[in-house]
């Protein structure tokens, strides 16, 4: 069964405090990788795509790689503005895009 | 600002009520999706619009009845809905559904209470 997990559930950062979040997948034939930002009560942001293990992209203090199971977002020296959910999705062979839990980071001043 | 444009924000009613969600979009995609999402949790997908065709229903209850008039509009029928179906509901498109074209681009959603 296509599954997406994303850890951890919370993260709390102070400001300038860099970390990961990590996407972990288990999919039958991955067609791409994509991490999106929800802020409160508004649809999900696109961040990035990744379709392949190596790959890497970057947007400002985000950046995103991908392996062959996983992925992970590093936020480096983060922003109170960075406070969001951020969620991973991936989209499989049948053509669906399946989201992830996603991780909910807040960032202190 | 989004260029995927959701209607109405706010929707309340009863369960015996008769309402529609909409969504356009003018980028020229060709797949159009609709997500229900519930409070902290991730979306979930409803259905897939290919080339205005229903291409993915994931098994939604028939009090939900999509509609794709054409290309850019995708609306979401509701009727006698229970209170559990609140939540928000969105919208997204993306180029199509074939190959590797993935990133959504969503609305931003139409908040339904169903009392």
């Known amino acids: 069964e296509d599954q997406v997990t994303q850890s951890p559930e919370a993260l709390r950062l102070q400001e300038g405090e860099s970390s990961s979040l990590n996407c972990s997948y288990t999919?039958?034939?991955?067609?791409?990788l994509f991490w999106y930002r929800q802020d409160p009560g508004k649809g999900p942001e696109f961040l990035f795509t990744?379709?392949?293990a190596g790959e890497e992209k970057e947007k400002e203090r985000l950046k995103a790689t991908l392996t062959k199971k996983e992925s992970f977002l590093h936020i480096t020296a983060p922003k109170p503005e960075d406070s969001a959910t951020y969620l991973c999705?991936?989209?499989?062979?049948?053509?669906?895009?399946?989201f992830g839990p996603g991780t909910s980071l807040s960032v202190i001043p | 600002d989004t260029e995927v444009t959701q209607t109405p924000k706010h929707l309340v009613m009863g369960m015996t009520n008769k309402k529609s969600l909409k969504c356009e979009q003018h980028m020229g995609h060709r797949a159009m999706y609709w997500y229900k999402q519930k409070a902290k949790k991730p979306p979930e997908l409803m259905f897939v619009?290919?080339?205005?065709?229903?291409?993915i229903n994931e098994s939604v209850p028939s009090r939900f009845s999509p509609e794709c008039p054409n290309s850019s509009l995708l609306n979401l029928h509701l009727h006698a809905l229970q209170p559990e179906d609140s939540a928000l509901y969105l919208c997204a498109s993306n180029l199509g559904t074939g190959g590797a074209s993935g990133e959504l681009f969503f609305g931003e959603g139409s908040r339904l209470t169903v009392l």
């Open positions: 619009y290919s080339y205005e065709k229903l291409s």
């Open positions: 999919v039958s034939g991955l067609r791409g």
């Open positions: 999705a991936v989209k499989t062979s049948y053509d669906k895009v399946i």
């Open positions: 990744l379709y392949s």
